[in-house]
């Protein structure tokens, strides 16, 4: 490999020689330096840095394609043109090395670009989070929609799901398998009183979990058991702890898994410690400052907790959960469950007193409702919840909006102990409303917005990587003007390609006519050849949140960065080693 | 040097020679070209932004395209809820063509019209109602000053969006922009109109002898700095009291007192950022005036001594001319730079039609941008174009309404006063507009009856004007027989001009006050339910009338004038759809009563305060009665000395106005209502 390496590192210093190189970066640093500061988005900051990571991200990929196409058809169309090639030709150097190696150094200055780049976007995009936010909801959707990576868990559809909802009537979707439970920590002291009594049973429990938690250990899931006086639980905390898991979900005995564990028929609630739906608690230290009623009181946290506090979720205040009533300048408000007031957690609580303070996740609901003449938006309520939940649904009444995608935030805690969820929606408007089943979703915390950021960039380096292979396959039999017009005409159709096909007319049963057949038969061939670029771009995936998953990157790597790009190599290895570099004129 | 190499000198030198003399030339040509009136106004603000230059060349014969691609986009993104994007890519496109009004237009009703009813809470409505405003006001009117459609629309937003109730959160709207008005204007008196023009003048003032509106300084600061500088070196006093306050407010929070109310300030911090917002709210917070005790809820609550020095000295008489003095500074310089209002203009609107307007009101800015308008593009609009027929009615429009909701008494909430939500907003109808809207409806008849040939009687304008008439007759009548004579003159005028047709005109004689009743009552019972301003403005006229009867002791008229008020709450109930169905009757009856005795001229009575007590004591029995004494200790308590209660009445506020028996269960139902779990957002 000493060859390609070579040729690699050789091309990538010539590239770096090159004009069109340093246009390219000029362009480069001007957008990422401009961009920032000439971006408003919709006047929230959100909606900023939304802005700023999709333009930054969509303008780094425009001109990173166009310098990679322009650079290596330009090398190779080159070293023909200007017949430098003679010069490796009577090397001892194969001709796929030549090729490889030149495909290798564009790609290596594209990498080198792309982290820098990267970089740059994402330090703008994390100093932009630290900028004051328009109010606390916008804040709260900083936090909780643009620096998160959300997956989508779509509910079981009835078979009437894309039925109008007629006026006055509900229908209601589950989503199942939600893993995360929530947590009850009347529970957690039922069991700690319990497990202090009756240390015999507890080393039988925890001797029958540990299978069970070393196998969730494994699904990266269930961390930690939380029981007070057992060594075997102590060593497995600390354990846990030691990898930085500190996420808190009860199983109840009536979870199947748990129950088989644990003896059925034991009315003992196990604490776990699991890799959440819900993404990550924040923690930290607030402060009482009145106490209201027997259920109220309200508080007052720093920036670093209450950024993450909205009207609607639940908050621990010593351990004990209450859903948030009302929220203004870092000030909250928690009603606490009937259930809860007399705990001396929620009893003893009085004014001035510090108070530890952790904000549950929350999911969200994605929805999007229609329905004749409902511009205005249609009036109704969305219930979510879980029978088995010891927390009340939630509901929301209102007008929500129509023709539009839109989302509510769930708290976490409504989830039941098996990962089940409910989400109700009831027609409160004159007019039929239907649901659109394909947007119906529950959005989770899936990850970072770090890891996602860097899968984004991974895709767009796979989508270089190609582009640079198109580049040497069009320069290793064209000249340079044509060659470029060759990858000009390839990148549209990598760019619009879901759009083309929806536009491309499909051959019908009996058709005959061979002109449809033919085009279709290219169309079908350049979707094998060429990839699709919107499903490489990471910017609608950034700015709205939505993880990037491993599987997605692993299989658009191997299919654009591989597959793809390997065809395009070996291709122009074959032309290339077929070429009649030089004529011999006698 | 070789020959080549001189030449390229030489053509080297010229070029930037020439560039020069290009660069110097520029300006003087373009203030010919100006003076000459051969290039757009907006060309002015426009070499202020050289971005406009850039992205209305940079694409050369692309920028359709472009644009077409970018306007697609927009759509597609609003569509799929991302609308964080749809103000972007509206400003790009007005920007690639900032000479076409009609892309200003379009992107700024799209935020405020299309994309606000697609998000769901209030801040989010309001945000984007705001954005749609701001585009137009500050972007597309200053590079476009004669498109007469610009003013138009943002008119229409300001009468329609906010000061309208089609959007169920319009009172949202209303709030949010009474509250900013007020913390920078205040309250208008509640007094005569001209004692409304007479507060209002000193900012007009200011404007002319204090301000540069100079369109290409608008807006570039809050407050222009050689202005203030001017406004120091002229008024000594105002210097010092700027430079005291400043000293004070460091004092009042150097001790570590951090009040959420005021901003910390340095003690260096240069004099024009204190005239800003510190000024303001510190004034808002503290001073006894009129402008702001008319919507405080209760006196002045310094926290401690240091904040109780600091509200006495913002209360001293002997600094009252300096203070003033900057207080019209600082709002005619925000009004200019921030609302992109000239208060001069203001002030002319109040005078030309002689009208008490309350700033507060978002159809006062309606009529505000209408009438600058059509007087910035005077001389360029025809009268046949019809966006000067529409400009001149949504301006008839803002005036006529004010008949029915020119009053506004807005109070932000005592425990959470930078909450909208909280706080109380209440409309009320002005009858003091009904000559100037009468005026504003025969002037538009004139310009638009001529062109078209009709005659007076028969112009197009002719059912629409005898409704309004019809409605404000009723109004008077219902505002008691010292209203009659005016709803005479105006049952007169109709059947001298227009001589409609029906039974209720037959045999009708106008100064005849069984007339008027009969009239009064066929329209209500024949003309099907009313809409809700105009029921509403009956129905307080006609409680206003009925309680200030029963002050004199006159309980046949309160039964007549109350009957009578029951009688269109019926009406209107009937046939309202659930959204606009009113409160109940014994609601509005409670706060006519409330209003009448804690701030009477709020409702343009003049009731002495033992008339006030004795009402207060003759509804101690009333179920509201708990309601009633938690309103009178919130508004009267607190200013029972200041406001000569107690010379009057001789007597402590609680034995004045005693405690009703069930007042103590009633703060605890209150109580328990708040407690009580909230199931629904």
């Known amino acids: 490999m000493s060859g390609v390496w070579a040729v690699a590192r050789y091309t990538l210093s010539q590239c770096l020689r090159m004009k069109l190189a340093a246009v390219f970066l000029a362009a480069l640093a001007v957008t990422l330096l401009v961009l920032p500061l000439a971006l408003e988005g919709d006047g929230t900051l959100a909606g900023r840095i939304r802005s700023v990571l999709t333009y930054s991200t969509a303008t780094v990929s425009v001109l990173l394609s166009f310098m990679t196409v322009l650079l290596t058809v330009g090398i190779v169309a080159g070293d023909m043109q200007a017949r430098t090639v003679f010069l490796l030709a009577v090397k001892p150097l194969p001709r796929w090395k030549y090729i490889v190696g030149r495909w290798a150094g564009v790609v290596l200055l594209d990498a080198a670009l792309l982290a820098i780049s990267g970089g740059a976007i994402y330090a703008v995009a994390q100093h932009l989070r630290e900028e004051e936010a328009l109010n606390h909801t916008d804040r709260v959707a900083v936090e909780t929609e643009v620096f998160v990576a959300r997956s989508a868990m779509r509910p079981r559809l009835r078979k009437d799901a894309s039925e109008p909802i007629a006026p006055g009537t509900s229908r209601r979707w589950t989503v199942s398998g939600v893993r995360a439970s929530p947590v009850s920590v009347e529970g957690r002291a039922r069991l700690q009183a319990r497990l202090t009594e009756h240390h015999a049973f507890v080393r039988g429990v925890s001797a029958n979990l540990r299978p069970l938690l070393e196998n969730a250990r494994r699904r990266d899931a269930i961390a930690e058991a939380w029981i007070t006086g057992d060594e075997r639980g102590r060593g497995i905390r600390a354990r846990v702890e030691a990898e930085g898991r500190r996420l808190v979900v009860v199983y109840r005995a009536g979870n199947e898994q748990l129950a088989e564990a644990l003896r059925p028929g034991q009315s003992v609630t196990v604490v776990l410690v699991e890799h959440r739906h819900g993404g990550p608690q924040t923690r930290g230290e607030g402060a009482v400052v009145a106490r209201e009623s027997h259920l109220r009181a309200a508080f007052e946290a720093l920036d670093d907790v209450a950024d993450h506090i909205a009207v609607g979720e639940y908050v621990g205040i010593r351990g004990v959960d209450g859903r948030v009533e009302h929220f203004r300048d870092n000030r909250f408000t928690v009603r606490f469950l009937p259930r809860d007031a007399h705990r001396p957690q929620v009893a003893d609580l009085t004014a001035g007193e510090d108070v530890p303070v952790t904000v549950r996740p929350s999911l969200q609901l994605r929805y999007e409702l229609s329905g004749r003449g409902t511009s205005g938006g249609v009036f109704g309520q969305w219930t979510a919840g879980s029978a088995r939940s010891p927390y009340p649904p939630l509901r929301i009444r209102r007008r929500f909006p129509a023709g539009t995608i839109d989302t509510l935030a769930i708290p976490e805690r409504l989830v039941g102990p098996g990962g089940d969820l409910f989400v109700e929606f009831t027609n409160g408007s004159g007019v039929n409303v239907t649901v659109d089943e394909d947007t119906l979703s529950v959005l989770y915390r899936a990850g970072g917005f770090t890891g996602n950021f860097l899968r984004g960039f991974g895709l767009m380096l796979a989508q270089m990587m190609f582009l640079a292979a198109l580049g040497v396959f069009a320069g290793s039999f064209l000249s340079f003007p044509v060659g470029c017009l060759f990858c000009a005409a390839m990148l549209p159709f990598a760019m619009m390609r879901s759009f083309i096909a929806d536009a491309v007319k499909l051959p019908r049963h009996g058709e005959t006519d061979p002109v449809v057949w033919i085009g279709h038969g290219a169309f079908r061939l350049m979707q094998i050849l060429v990839p699709d670029f919107a499903r490489t771009s990471p910017s609608d995936a950034l700015a709205a949140g939505r993880i990037i998953p491993w599987r997605e990157v692993i299989e658009l790597v191997g299919l654009t960065g591989g597959l793809q790009c390997v065809l395009a190599i070996t291709f122009a290895c074959l032309i290339f080693r077929k070429r009649e570099l030089a004529r011999v004129q006698v | ?681």
Not at chain 2, 180 to 197: K, N
């Open chain 2, 1 to 681: 040097m070789s020959r080549p190499r001189v030449l390229q000198v030489i053509f080297v030198v010229a070029a930037v020679g020439f560039a020069t003399a290009a660069v110097m030339l520029r300006r003087p040509l373009d203030r010919i070209s100006e003076e000459s009136g051969l290039t757009s106004p907006g060309n002015v603000v426009a070499e202020e932004h050289p971005q406009l230059a850039v992205w209305t060349t940079a694409f050369g014969g692309l920028r359709a395209p472009v644009v077409a691609g970018l306007w697609i986009r927009a759509d597609q993104h609003v569509q799929a809820g991302r609308f964080y994007d749809a103000k972007q890519l509206g400003d790009l496109i007005c920007q690639l063509q900032p000479r076409f009004p009609g892309v200003w237009g379009y992107h700024s009703w799209n935020m405020a019209w299309n994309i606000s009813v697609k998000t769901k809470t209030r801040e989010q409505r309001w945000l984007w109602v705001t954005n749609g405003m701001r585009l137009l006001r500050d972007r597309g009117i200053p590079l476009n000053p004669r498109a007469l459609g610009l003013y138009k629309d943002l008119a229409w937003l300001f009468y329609s969006k906010m000061g309208g109730h089609t959007d169920e959160m319009h009172r949202y709207y209303k709030k949010r922009w009474a509250d900013e008005m007020q913390r920078l204007l205040g309250a208008p008196p509640m007094g005569t109109t001209d004692e409304v023009i007479d507060a209002f003048r000193p900012v007009a003032t200011m404007a002319d002898r204090r301000l540069d509106r100079d369109p290409r300084r608008q807006g570039r600061s809050l407050i222009q700095g050689d202005e203030f500088a001017r406004l120091l070196a002229d008024r000594p006093a105002t210097r010092a009291y700027l430079a005291e306050l400043r000293r004070r407010l460091a004092d009042a929070l150097g001790a570590g007192v951090v009040h959420p109310r005021v901003r910390r300030v340095a003690d260096d911090e240069p004099l024009i950022d204190i005239a800003d917002e510190p000024l303001l709210r510190t004034y808002n917070l503290f001073s006894r005036d009129e402008a702001v005790r008319n919507w405080r809820f209760a006196a002045p609550d310094p926290v401690d001594e240091r904040e109780q020095r600091l509200a006495e000295w913002i209360n001293d008489d002997a600094t009252r001319e300096a203070r003033n003095a900057l207080l019209a500074f600082v709002r005619a310089q925000k009004l200019w730079n921030v609302y992109k209002m000239d208060a001069t203009f203001m002030l002319r609107i109040m005078e030309k039609w002689h009208i008490p307007l309350d700033w507060r009101m978002c159809r006062a800015h309606g009529l505000y941008w209408n009438s600058y308008g059509m007087n910035v593009c005077e001389g360029v609009m025809a009268l046949d174009d019809l966006n000067t027929v529409n400009t001149g009615r949504t301006l008839l429009f803002c005036l006529r309404d004010m008949v029915f909701y020119g009053k506004v008494m807005y109070r932000p909430s005592a425990s959470d006063p930078l909450d909208p939500d909280k706080a109380q907003l209440i409309r009320r109808g002005d009858w003091r507009f009904i000559k100037p809207a009468q005026a504003q409806q025969l002037e538009l008849i004139e310009k638009i009856r001529e062109p078209r040939g009709e005659s007076f009687k028969e112009n197009i304008y002719r059912a629409g004007h005898i409704n309004w008439l019809t409605d404000c007759i009723k109004m008077l009548y219902a505002g008691g027989r010292r209203r009659w004579p005016l709803a005479k003159d105006l049952l007169a005028w109709i059947k001298d001009n227009y001589d409609p047709k029906g039974p209720e005109w037959e045999r009708l004689d106008p100064r005849s006050n069984d007339d008027l009743r009969r009239f009064v009552r066929y329209r209500l019972t024949q003309n099907g339910s009313p809409i809700i301003s105009v029921a509403v403005s009956q129905i307080e006229a006609a409680l206003i009338a009925a309680l200030e009867h029963l002050t004199d002791g006159n309980t046949g008229q309160h039964a007549f004038f109350l009957n009578h008020a029951q009688r269109v709450y019926g009406l209107y109930q009937r046939d309202a759809p659930p959204r606009l169905k009113l409160a109940p009757f014994a609601r509005y009856y409670y706060e006519v009563l409330a209003h009448m005795i804690a701030h009477p001229a709020s409702l343009g009575t003049q009731l002495d305060k033992k008339a006030r007590r004795a009402l207060y004591v003759g509804f101690r029995g009333a179920p509201f009665a708990p309601q009633l004494y938690q309103h009178v200790r919130l508004f009267v308590e607190p200013n029972w000395q200041a406001d000569g209660w107690r010379d009057e009445l001789e007597v402590s506020f609680k034995t004045a106005f005693r405690k009703p028996p069930d007042y103590d269960a009633f703060l605890e139902q209150q109580r328990r209502q708040r407690e009580a779990p909230a199931t629904a957002e």
